[in-house]
């Protein structure tokens, strides 16, 4: 109900207690269910869609775990096919006993065989850690903290894990400096092997010895370990040059000679179909790996005759280069499907940070900004990994926008509750100042100020559900009983009301009678002033008055619409005059009205779907007659638009 049509019947919302109790519950329902259809779907929760592995894995990559020379570094499927080995085997193990795992780990195995069985343990603890901290966050708020202020307790598992971890890293740490001093000295000894094979040659003399020493020396090279990478390849060749000048210089033994030569050419021969057999295995790393064990091999065996030495090699170089050519192949894919991830993870980055900055000012907003970030959430675990180097990166990036998201919709909804309990506070002191009138006999005073109660109702905003029911009972309670009094008390004007029955039946027939052609609305106005002043009439005849009385001005209204409607179209007439021979003009003033004549049939549509609301709520009839008179005028209007058209379309033919 509007604050015009309030005005327009003062003294029967003072002389009829049912109606004007029908005033305030009408406004009041009208408010009330404006609440019950905006408010409290509040939702306060982030992520829809668990991020707890990729969070554990960032928390597991943390710099504290950081070590050097970690051979988990590289990129590749055979890198995350031994981690999703040690994972499986710690799944059915809780905080403290991923700690225990550990310690057990650094008490009986060697420190170099630990690096994804730990790497495993840290992923793990810190999926459940995770777990943790997120229900103490949430029972931290239920309890009315605030989420940002949220500290995680100490963590008692954490500090070891923690501890083990560095005296895991402390023992790594010493292992591959030993390793280093290992394969320093094995290069010492590698190296005075040659030396000592470039003294047999250089001592001119075949001994009966000379041979069995030549053999000590290859079965000493064969048992000394790896030597530095830097020096595998220059010192492998420099034995084996020495090795071909040993068989060269032995030329007095021939048939020892070659028997040797024979059985490394048998030897190497095997390596060549070895390697050949390895094109057929399933498994592309598996292969690789077995390659490289062959290569070692090769290494280790001593030449062949010269006539079978390009020939052997370039037999087992080719299968390597088989395998090597798949190998390659099969991580240039793994690599492209991983830039191709960054790619698209780095284009959902985008859009959730769209979502983070845009400025939402009403809840459907953020519940539709909520499900589209959801639905961006759901995509991104579909995707696979990135490179290993943008990673964590990327997923840092995406987890900052939804966090910012998800803050920002926090902080709006809190300002909704602030909103929401100044508004409960504001109603209780209505309902406190209608407790105060309820018993009053001032019933002309009183009842106005418990309509200007019911009007201040109206423009506060919702409050809570869980508030609204009982405030809203309570103030409509104070109300009814105020009207019930005065209903009683004015249960003996009937004589009064008869004679403003007769009033009002004779302005009626004025009204009717009235020729409004060459009035105006102030003659409208005066009539519907007179009607406002005259009281209550009985109660069963107030509809069919009222009725009649509507149907009265409106006919006032069109007639005088009607009027101003050939008056407007003259008026426009004369303007077209002005416009004759300038096409531009007349162009532009008919785009104009057309444009005026499409917003026009917009509103009148709106309003007519308008009607159809209002209908299903009790007591609208006087928000449909608003409804219907605004839908009349428009029509009035669309119609001069389109006679003014059609004068353009006609001066322009």
Not at 93 to 100: A, C, I, P, Q
Request: glycine share 4%.
């Amino acid at each position: 109900m509007t604050t015009e049509k309030l005005n327009s019947v003062p003294e029967e919302q003072v002389g009829n207690a049912e109606d004007a109790k029908e005033v305030a519950t009408q406004e009041c329902a009208l408010q009330e269910a404006a609440v019950t259809e905006s408010e409290d779907v509040v939702e306060t929760s982030g992520e829809a869609v668990s991020f707890a592995e990729e969070e554990a894995a960032a928390a597991a990559d943390a710099p504290e775990f950081k070590l050097e020379n970690d051979e988990m570094s590289e990129e590749g499927a055979e890198v995350n096919d031994r981690l999703a080995g040690s994972l499986e085997s710690v799944a059915g193990m809780n905080k403290g006993e991923l700690v225990e795992y550990f310690a057990n780990l650094l008490e009986n195995k060697p420190v170099q065989t630990l690096r994804y069985d730990v790497e495993a343990v840290k992923v793990a603890f810190y999926k459940r850690h995770r777990v943790e901290v997120d229900e103490l966050k949430r029972k931290f708020v239920a309890e009315g903290g605030v989420a940002e202020e949220f500290v995680a307790p100490a963590d008692s598992d954490e500090i070891r894990l923690k501890e083990y971890f560095a005296i895991y890293r402390t023992r790594r740490e010493e292992y591959m400096a030993s390793l280093e001093q290992t394969k320093e000295e094995n290069l010492k000894i590698k190296l005075q092997i040659i030396e000592e094979l470039k003294a047999l040659v250089e001592n001119g003399e075949i001994a009966g010895q000379t041979f069995q020493m030549f053999r000590q020396l290859q079965q000493r090279w064969k048992e000394t370990g790896v030597v530095p990478q830097a020096n595998v390849k220059e010192i492998w060749e420099t034995y084996n040059l020495h090795m071909e000048n040993f068989y060269n210089f032995v030329k007095i033994n021939k048939e020892l000679r070659d028997l040797d030569l024979q059985r490394n050419l048998e030897s190497k021969t095997a390596l060549c179909e070895a390697a050949e057999a390895l094109v057929g295995e399933q498994s592309i790393l598996e292969a690789f790996r077995k390659l490289q064990e062959l290569h070692e091999q090769w290494r280790e065996i001593g030449p062949v005759a010269v006539e079978y030495k390009d020939t052997i090699w370039e037999r087992f170089k080719e299968a390597s280069s088989r395998i090597n050519r798949q190998h390659q192949e099969y991580y240039e894919g793994i690599k492209e499907e991983q830039r191709k991830n960054l790619a698209l993870k780095t284009e959902l980055c985008e859009k959730a940070e769209a979502l983070s900055t845009a400025m939402f000012t009403t809840r459907k907003e953020w519940n539709r900004a909520s499900e589209n970030l959801i639905e961006i959430q759901k995509v991104w675990k579909t995707i696979g990994f990135a490179p290993k180097k943008d990673n964590t990166k990327i997923y840092e990036r995406f987890r900052a926008a939804c966090d910012k998201f998800f803050e920002l919709k926090r902080a709006f909804y809190d300002n909704i509750r602030v909103e929401m309990e100044h508004n409960l506070q504001l109603k209780v002191e209505i309902c406190e100042a209608a407790e105060a009138l309820k018993d009053s006999e001032q019933w002309k005073r009183s009842a106005d100020e418990l309509i200007a109660l019911q009007k201040r109702w109206k423009e506060i905003g919702p409050v809570s559900r869980r508030h609204a029911d009982a405030v809203w009972k309570r103030f409509r309670a104070a109300c009814d009983h105020f009207f019930a009094r005065k209903n009683e008390h004015f249960s003996s004007v009937d004589a009064q009301q008869a004679d403003n029955l007769a009033k009002k039946r004779s302005l009626l027939e004025e009204i009717e009678a009235f020729d409004i052609t060459g009035g105006s609305i102030e003659n409208i106005k005066e009539f519907q002033r007179r009607w406002s002043e005259i009281g209550f009439v009985p109660i069963k005849e107030k509809e069919g008055l009222q009725n009649r009385y509507r149907a009265a001005i409106d006919k006032l209204f069109e007639v005088l619409r009607s009027g101003d409607r050939e008056r407007g179209v003259e008026r426009f007439r004369n303007k077209l005059n002005t416009m004759k021979g300038n096409g531009n003009k007349m162009r532009s003033e008919r785009e104009r009205l057309y444009n005026k004549l499409k917003q026009l049939e917009n509103d009148i549509h709106t309003l007519e779907n308008n009607i159809g609301f209002f209908s299903r709520s009790k007591g609208a009839e006087s928000l449909i007659r608003d409804v219907e008179n605004k839908i009349a005028r428009a029509k009035q209007e669309v119609l001069e638009i389109v006679e003014k058209i059609g004068l353009i379309d006609s001066e322009r033919e």
